[in-house]
C-alpha cells in the first residue's frame, strides 16, 4: 500500500538548516506528485512547496521562497525539502503528501505521511 514516512525534523537555531527526507513505498515516484505541508499549533495546515512528476516544476509559498528548496532522487523514490535561513516562525510539524496534482487543495491529498517536528528557537 502507498506510504510516505518523514525523517530529519529536529531542533535547530534561527538561521539554521535542516533537510526533510520523504521515504515513499507501495508506488513509484516518478508518476507523482510529491507535496511538503506544515501545521503550526493552533492553525491550519498550509501548502510549503510541491514537486510536479509532469513536467519537472516546483512550487514554493511565498513565506518560503528563496530560502526552501524542493528535490526529488526517483531512484531512492525520496523528495527532500532543504530549509535554509529558517524563522522561529517556521516551526511546525512538516508532512508530505501524494494523491493530487500541485493545484489541488489539500483536501485532494489523499496519502499523507505521519509527519516530522521541526522547531525553530534559540
Known amino acids: 500500500q502507498v506510504q510516505l514516512v518523514e525523517s530529519g525534523g529536529g531542533l535547530v537555531q534561527p538561521g539554521g538548516s535542516l533537510r526533510l527526507s520523504c521515504l515513499a513505498s507501495g508506488f513509484t515516484l516518478d508518476y507523482h506528485h510529491i507535496g511538503w505541508f506544515r501545521q503550526a499549533p493552533g492553525k491550519e495546515r498550509e501548502a510549503v512547496s510541491c514537486?510536479?512528476?509532469?513536467?519537472?516544476?516546483?512550487y514554493y509559498a511565498d513565506s518560503v521562497k528563496g530560502r526552501f528548496t524542493i528535490s526529488r532522487d526517483n531512484a531512492k523514490n525520496t523528495v527532500y525539502l532543504q530549509m535554509s535561513s529558517l524563522k522561529p516562525e517556521d516551526t511546525a510539524v512538516y508532512y508530505c503528501?501524494?494523491?493530487?496534482?500541485?493545484?489541488?487543495?489539500?483536501?485532494?491529498?489523499?496519502?499523507w505521511g505521519q509527519g516530522t517536528q521541526v522547531t525553530v528557537s534559540s
Open positions: 514537486s510536479s512528476s509532469s513536467d519537472g516544476s516546483t
Open positions: 503528501a501524494t494523491g493530487a496534482p500541485c493545484w489541488a487543495a489539500i483536501g485532494g491529498f489523499g496519502y
